[in-house]
């Protein structure tokens, strides 16, 4: 059986008699990488698991990634991807809230296949300039992944947006929508 005194105290002074102690430093070595064998298996538990899961179709597919803003044409600046108001649209309208509509679009000259504006024709087209997406940008790019039209696999849109008036005098907002991608 150990006695109380018998037991070497962990704090305080060192007891009469007792010898000091003394560590000589352990020589340095250039440290190894030496991976743990359960580093190793649960590394490979994780990497079987993403794959099961990304076979099962549990992750949608990669997208690429885009810049905040790009400039197109000139001085309208397009921003990369849909507003979340149009997030929900089909193949048509696409683009947005308000009314979409090809005879909108310019057919010819530098600007082919952006609104028309009141320099191209005056009085009946006019340009909304930085209202979408926070005031920022003249329009942006809208994608719907499945068939529209002559688009099999899916159309990348430029929605650029302005104003159209009509017969009576009344401004109402219009977009031009012309495809950039069709996926066959």
């Known amino acids: 059986m150990i006695e109380l005194e018998d037991i070497p105290p962990l704090r305080g002074p060192r007891p009469a008699g007792a010898s000091r102690v003394r560590r000589r430093p352990v020589p340095q070595e250039e440290p190894r990488f030496r991976p743990v064998r359960?580093?190793?298996l649960t590394g490979l538990a994780a990497a079987g698991a993403t794959a099961g899961l990304k076979a099962l179709g549990v992750f949608p597919p990669a997208r690429e990634a885009l810049a905040s803003g790009f400039q197109l044409v000139g001085y309208y600046d397009?921003?990369?991807r849909c507003p979340s108001y149009a997030a929900n649209h089909n193949c048509s309208?696409?683009?947005?809230?308000s009314y979409v509509c090809s005879w909108c679009c310019r057919t010819s000259g530098k600007y082919k296949g952006f609104h028309k504006s009141g320099v191209s024709n005056p009085g009946w087209y006019k340009l909304r300039p930085n209202q979408c997406y926070g005031g920022g940008y003249d329009g942006w790019l809208w994608a719907y992944s499945k068939s529209c039209g002559q688009c099999k696999k899916g159309v990348t849109w430029r929605c650029h947006d302005g104003w159209k008036k009509s017969k009576k005098g009344n401004w109402y907002k219009t977009i031009c929508r012309k495809a950039m991608a069709c996926k066959n």
């Open 93 to 97: 309208p696409g683009c947005g809230p």
């Open 78 to 80: 397009i921003y990369p």
């Open 38 to 40: 359960r580093s190793v």
